[in-house]
């Protein structure tokens, strides 16, 4: 994850705490693995969408978006402006991996979805994705939703 710091930097900042590596590149600190030990998976897919400049994934540097989005669908993610490649656009994440990308407008009281899927979509993957729309519709005050894009 980019944090604006160079790897000196970022070394010598957790060298006073008692860091443990859970892979080559990724470190928790001690006093939070018996909580990170006691996660369980998810028991059902869980569908996020990010918002466009989410910072989620503005947070990233181009050599660790592989970590949630395919090598070969970043350029969509993150276009080719900018010093990194771009800002990312809206994201819909399932089980934390990209699955495509979404933009809406307002036409009206009626919210218009578009999206741009990467793969197939399953018909699961359909329904949760209108019932997380239907969410934020309504808490946009929107009286529908329309999908377009699809």
């Given at each position: 994850?980019?944090?604006?710091?160079?790897?000196?930097?970022?070394?010598?900042?957790?060298?006073?705490?008692?860091?443990?590596?859970?892979?080559?590149?990724?470190?928790?600190?001690?006093?939070?693995?018996?909580?990170?030990?006691?996660?369980?998976?998810?028991?059902?897919?869980?569908?996020?969408?990010?918002?466009?400049?989410?910072?989620?994934?503005?947070?990233?540097?181009?050599?660790?978006?592989?970590?949630?989005?395919?090598?070969?669908?970043?350029?969509?993610?993150?276009?080719?402006?900018?010093?990194?490649?771009?800002?990312?656009?809206?994201?819909i994440l399932l089980?934390?991996?990209?699955?495509?990308?979404?933009?809406?407008?307002?036409?009206?009281?009626?919210?218009?979805?578009?999206?741009?899927?990467?793969?197939?979509?399953?018909?699961?993957?359909r329904e949760?994705?209108?019932?997380?729309?239907?969410?934020?519709?309504?808490?946009?005050?929107?009286?529908?939703?329309?999908?377009?894009?699809?």
């Amino acid at each position: 994850m980019w944090v604006g710091v160079t790897e000196e930097q970022a070394r010598a900042a957790i060298s006073g705490h008692e860091m443990i590596p859970v892979t080559d590149r990724y470190f928790l600190h001690a006093r939070d693995i018996v909580e990170f030990g006691a996660l369980k998976k998810p028991t059902k897919d869980v569908l996020d969408l990010l918002t466009q400049w989410d910072y989620y994934t503005m947070g990233y540097a181009p050599d660790g978006r592989e970590r949630y989005v395919d090598s070969g669908v970043q350029g969509q993610v993150y276009g080719s402006l900018g010093a990194t490649r771009g800002n990312a656009s809206g994201v819909i994440l399932l089980n934390g991996l990209a699955q495509g990308l979404w933009r809406s407008r307002f036409k009206g009281q009626k919210m218009v979805a578009s999206l741009n899927m990467f793969g197939k979509r399953t018909r699961k993957l359909r329904e949760q994705m209108e019932t997380q729309y239907n969410k934020l519709s309504t808490l946009l005050g929107a009286r529908s939703v329309e999908f377009g894009g699809v």
